[in-house]
């Protein structure tokens, strides 16, 4: 049970990394770190490559 917790954990980090780059791309004006559930979703831009990193994952 742990691991399929782990893994839909893991699941639910990746999209909610990847919406808080598409709102990231709609307004500039959000607050960084965002927070989900608990667990601080930090936004980085560089050039043309964007990152979000929450715990030790960057996605």
């Known amino acids: ?3 399929q917790f782990k ?5 639910e ?4 990394a990847h919406k808080i780059i598409l709102l990231h791309l709609k307004s500039t004006e ?3 770190p965002i927070i ?3 667990q ?3 936004f980085y831009q560089k050039e043309n490559k964007y990152q979000v990193r929450v715990n030790q ?3």
């Open 30 to 32: 959000l607050p960084n």
């Open 36 to 38: 989900v559930k608990g």
């Open 7 to 11: 893994l839909l954990n893991e699941w």
């Open 57 to 59: 994952n960057v996605y």
């Open 13 to 16: 980090q990746r999209v909610n």
């Open 40 to 42: 601080k979703y930090y």
């Open 1 to 3: 049970m742990s691991e």
